[in-house]
């Protein structure tokens, strides 16, 4: 296990929901530790970054955050979507096996608690059956991993045609009954299928992580604020639900004035 003594401290229990941001989000024309020093200077106080290929690389991350300031929350690994664990082809598994086993590894060196992870893909060879088996069977042997690392694995509703309703997704999570595999929920991917509201309650507890994104059904994926979300109860829900950790916002990248924007409304529409 990675040494976290230089790692900035995790966030604490019992704290008000805490804006982030997606490293994918900052200006690509900065240097890593500008990118991450522009963050901090805007108002967000952490960040999810993607898993990269190399230790350097992480290495090089790792240590532009603490230099900038910024807290890692959260790895997203990046293997999932063509090498899914609910693949039948073993090969395609074993990828995203390597994958999910680097991300736990770099979210360890930069002292996050959780990774994100899309538990499986349904396509025309794979049925919504076969995904829940395959993708249960693999996640239980990534389970040891993720103890050593003391990382959540944390498990995303996206636009994968599986886990299509609230109570799926519950009970996904529950038939592992383990604190280290979890519900990472994204606001904005339900709104083409369900209610997100909704979905906050039927997950309560269970949400470790929260994605900010704005759906409208008639042009897609906008700006937060300027969708079909109903963000006064999607505050509400996770005010019920007890929900104090970090809210990442994952939409397309931008200058400074765009993010500043971005985290006000983020404080506006979560009441922060």
């Known amino acids: 296990m990675a040494a976290l003594a230089s790692a900035l401290p995790l966030k604490a229990a019992g704290e008000r929901i805490e804006r982030a941001v997606l490293d994918s989000m900052l200006p690509k024309d900065l240097s890593l530790i500008d990118r991450f020093k522009l963050a901090v200077e805007v108002g967000f106080e952490s960040m999810e970054v993607r898993a990269v290929e190399t230790e350097t690389e992480a290495q090089l991350i790792h240590d532009a955050a603490q230099a900038a300031g910024l807290r890692i929350h959260s790895v997203m690994n990046q293997t999932h979507w063509q090498t899914p664990l609910s693949s039948p082809d073993p090969s395609e598994v074993e990828a995203c096996v390597r994958g999910v086993r680097a991300a736990l590894s770099q979210a360890d060196l930069y002292g996050a608690d959780a990774v994100l992870l899309v538990p499986a893909v349904v396509r ?76 906050v309650r039927e997950l309560g507890s269970r949400i470790v992580k929260v994605h900010l994104k704005d759906y409208s059904r008639r042009q897609g994926f906008v700006n937060l604020g300027e969708g079909d979300v109903d963000w006064p109860a999607v505050q509400a829900a996770l005010r019920d639900v007890g929900y104090t950790a970090e809210a990442t916002v994952e939409l397309r990248g931008g200058d400074r004035a765009y993010l500043a924007d971005l985290g006000e409304r983020v404080d506006r529409l979560l009441g922060l």
């Open 124 to 199: 025309s060879d794979t049925t919504y059956e076969q995904a829940w088996e395959r993708s249960v069977t693999e996640i239980r042997k990534l389970i040891p991993l993720a103890e050593q690392h003391d990382v959540m694995l944390a498990i995303e509703n996206v636009w994968n045609k599986f886990l299509l309703t609230a109570r799926d997704f519950r009970q996904f999570i529950d038939d592992f009954n383990h604190p280290l595999v979890q519900a990472y929920f994204d606001v904005g991917n339900i709104v083409h299928y369900g209610v997100p509201e909704h979905w």
